[in-house]
């Protein structure tokens, strides 16, 4: 049987309001930090969106890898690319998206605390309460059992693809598609936004 999750669909609207609210709790605890640290692919948008919040200029990445494809583990986290600069003696904030399993961030705040840090903290947009590790900062907890997976802006057109072309598995006609997407993921998805997908050459059936 084809596994669909239940979707959230985030907007940018929604991820400003995150940005903000992440960036007040920051400078509320005075632990504004010197060097940024976005985990690589989820958590670079939000880095940087921070980075601007908190007018620091110093941002690095780490490539932290766990999602094989939209909602499906493929294991355990690991290092996939290291830090792209030095973090000894910097005030460090790590950033992700979402602490879903949590051991993205955690292997990345070890590895950062590993090169001997003045200070190493954590922060994602979104904390999901089953998570093994509870972020430092983070704009809106999602208890387990209201577990969805969260649409981001950043990841649309790959998560559609991906889910698009299980219900294509199924029926692979267009109509028949966004029905599936809706009746399984609530995702209504738009005929031009499953068109377009189409033409980008990213679907196929999984």
């Not at 993205?104 to 003045?118: G, K, M, Y």
């Not at 995702?187 to 980008?200: C, I, N």
């Amino acid at each position: 049987m084809v596994d669909f999750p239940r979707c959230r669909i985030a907007s940018w609207s929604d991820v400003d309001a995150w940005a903000d609210r992440i960036a007040e709790k920051v400078r509320a605890a005075e632990a504004l930090p010197e060097t940024i640290v976005g985990l690589t692919r989820g958590g670079w948008v939000p880095a940087r969106l921070l980075a601007d919040r908190l007018g620091v200029k110093r941002l690095v990445s780490l490539r932290a890898q766990h999602w094989g494809v939209t909602a499906t583990p493929s294991g355990h986290a690991e290092v996939a690319e290291g830090l792209s600069g030095p973090v000894d003696g910097q005030k460090v904030l790590i950033v992700d998206d979402i602490t879903d399993t949590g051991e993205s961030l955690e292997l990345a705040l070890r590895w950062v605390q590993e090169r001997r840090p003045a200070r190493a903290e954590t922060a994602a947009f979104l904390h999901i309460t089953h998570s093994k590790l509870v972020p430092n900062y983070y704009a809106e907890e999602i208890p387990k059992e209201a577990w969805v997976w969260v649409v981001f802006p950043w990841n649309y057109w790959e998560d559609l693809a991906n889910l698009a072309g299980r219900a294509a598995a199924i029926d692979a006609a267009p109509a028949a598609v966004r029905a599936t997407l809706e009746r399984r993921c609530g995702w209504p998805v738009s005929a031009a936004d499953l068109d377009r997908v189409r033409r980008m050459g990213l679907l196929a059936p999984k």
